[in-house]
């Protein structure tokens, strides 16, 4: 399987300035037959369900706030915030997809300093 | 507008069983893998399982912990996906979503989840 190891396990950010999460996995998540990562990011929020923010390593999803983007490649995945906003207050989650079992980092607790 | 609505969650003694149903809407229920994960209380999420459109055939793949205990099914024809589980173990303690992927992930769009509680 491949492990998601996420960092910082808690980040606390002042509103308006930027948040970064990374994501590293234990092996490549690229696709080649597309040409895509196949890693993902997820919000959560208290007593809410996951909602995906990104796919494919960079693409938001529909909906989603353009303060929110990722980067990265291979193994090295990246979620900033660019300004941190008091509904961004969540547990964020990087997942891969390219492999089965799909697996889940063990989440990165962004709170307001 | 994309639902799916987990029911079926309930407080069970280890050793039992308890059958998980997600009811879908808004979308093509047969045209799309559908999935289970789960979250122990204070933790992270854990995918469960996953089942492939009926056109794709093959396996329903399952995380090693729950192998041989939970199967998972699908009715097409009322858009119903399945979670049977067996064999409860006081660690199958969790909310448990049904989850479906529409194009980007497999996880696109989640349900609220139900509650499954194992103790004795």
């Known amino acids: 399987d491949i492990v998601m190891i996420q960092s910082p396990e808690f980040l606390a950010v002042s509103l308006g300035e930027r948040a970064t999460i990374n994501c590293k996995s234990s092996?490549?998540?690229?696709?080649?037959?597309?040409?895509?990562?196949?890693l993902g990011w997820f919000q959560q929020k208290p007593g809410q369900p996951p909602r995906l923010l990104i796919y494919g390593a960079s693409t938001r999803a529909y909906g989603v706030p353009d303060r929110f983007s990722g980067s990265g490649s291979g193994t090295d995945f990246t979620l900033s915030i660019s300004s941190l906003q008091a509904e961004d207050v969540a547990i964020y989650y990087c997942q891969q997809y390219v492999s089965t079992p799909p697996t889940f980092g063990p989440g990165t607790k962004v709170d307001i300093k | 507008e994309v639902q799916l609505v987990e029911s079926g969650g309930a407080l069970v003694k280890p050793g039992g069983s308890l059958r998980l149903t997600c009811a879908a809407s808004?979308?093509?229920?047969?045209?799309?893998?559908m999935s289970w994960i789960r979250q122990a209380p204070g933790k992270g999420l854990e995918w469960v399982g996953r089942i492939k459109r009926m056109s794709d055939g093959g396996p329903i793949d399952y995380a090693a912990p729950v192998r041989g205990r939970f199967t998972i099914s699908r009715d097409d024809s009322s858009n119903t996906l399945f979670l049977q589980m067996n064999s409860l173990k006081i660690e199958d303690t969790a909310v448990y979503y049904c989850?479906?992927?529409?194009?980007?992930?497999?996880?696109?769009?989640w349900g609220q989840g139900t509650l499954v509680t194992v103790s004795s």
């Open positions: 092996q490549s998540v690229f696709y080649s037959p597309n040409n895509r990562h196949y």
């Open positions: 808004g979308f093509s229920f047969s045209d799309t893998w």
């Open positions: 989850s479906t992927g529409l194009g980007h992930t497999d996880n696109d769009f």
